[in-house]
C-alpha cells in the first residue's frame, strides 16, 4: 500500500500564506512521475472537494474557483514531491488538506487553520 506523506499545515491568520507538500517515498510499483496528482480539502461537516490538480511533467495545471489566483500546485519529480503554495488565505479554507494519485494512494492529510 502506497502512503502519501503530507506536511506543512499549521495556524495562520487570514491574509497570510503557507506551502504544503506532498512526499510519495519510493516504492515498488509506484513511481511518482507517471502520476498526475490532486490536492483536495475536508472542512467540517463539509464533503471532500477536489482543490487543484497538475499533469505528470507539471505544465498542466487545474483549480477549483474558490482558489483560483491565491493557490499554486507544482511538483518537483526528482524529489517526488508536490506542492501547494497558498497566499491570502480566508478562513473559508480552513480544512484537512490531502494529496491524492488518483486510483492509487491518498495521505493522511495535514490540518490548515485560518483564524485571526
Known amino acids: 500500500q502506497v502512503q502519501l506523506v503530507e506536511s506543512g499545515g499549521g495556524l495562520v491568520q487570514p491574509g497570510g500564506s503557507l506551502r504544503l507538500s506532498c512526499v510519495a517515498p519510493?516504492?515498488?510499483?509506484?513511481?511518482?512521475?507517471?502520476?498526475?496528482m490532486n490536492w483536495y480539502r475536508q472542512a467540517p461537516g463539509k464533503e471532500r472537494e477536489l482543490v487543484a490538480s497538475i499533469s505528470r511533467d507539471g505544465g498542466w495545471t487545474s483549480y477549483d474557483d474558490s482558489v483560483k489566483g491565491r493557490f499554486t500546485i507544482s511538483r518537483d519529480n526528482a524529489k517526488n514531491t508536490m506542492y501547494l503554495q497558498m497566499n491570502r488565505l480566508k478562513p473559508e479554507d480552513t480544512a484537512v488538506y490531502f494529496c491524492n494519485a488518483p486510483g492509487r494512494a491518498w495521505g493522511p492529510g495535514t490540518q490548515v487553520t485560518v483564524s485571526s
Open positions: 519510493d516504492s515498488y510499483g509506484f513511481t511518482f512521475s507517471r502520476y498526475g
